[in-house]
Nanobody, 114 residues
Framework: VQLQAFGGGLVQPGGSPTLSCAAS????????MGWYRQAPGKQRELVAI???????NSADSVKGRFTISRDNAKNTVYLQMNILKPEDTAVYYC?????????WGPGTQVTVSS
């Protein structure tokens, strides 16, 4: 499974960018897709995940601001980010999961700064 993310970059506080991530390769059996992030000097943390059936889970720090969605036909997951804050600055990693297998994208930098 290969994961390719799009979006990110430099965003002003309060901005609303969208990240997307497309899965390719042996995608059969992928259930969970989503996003994690890692800020400088911190551990990687969950941002939001979504199952193939549309069940979601997200970090408290992004609830009400970020929305995860998924297009199963396109094998793509999206992260709509709203009201971005400087503390959202991090490398965002796309994630996919099959039973007993975890896959990570290369990461895309999101920097929130004026």
């Amino acid at each position: 499974v290969q994961l390719q993310a799009f979006g990110g970059g430099l965003v002003q506080p309060g901005g609303s960018p969208t990240l997307s991530c497309a899965a390719s390769g042996n995608i059969s059996g992928i259930n969970v897709m989503g996003w994690y992030r890692q800020a400088p000097g911190k551990q990687r943390e969950l941002v939001a995940i979504i199952t193939r059936g549309g069940i979601t889970n997200s970090a408290d720090s992004v609830k009400g601001r970020f929305t995860i969605s998924r297009d199963n036909a396109k094998n793509t997951v999206y992260l709509q980010m709203n009201i971005l804050k400087p503390e959202d600055t991090a490398v965002y990693y796309c994630y996919a999961e099959k039973t007993n297998w975890h896959y990570w994208g290369p990461g895309t930098q999101v920097t929130v700064s004026s």
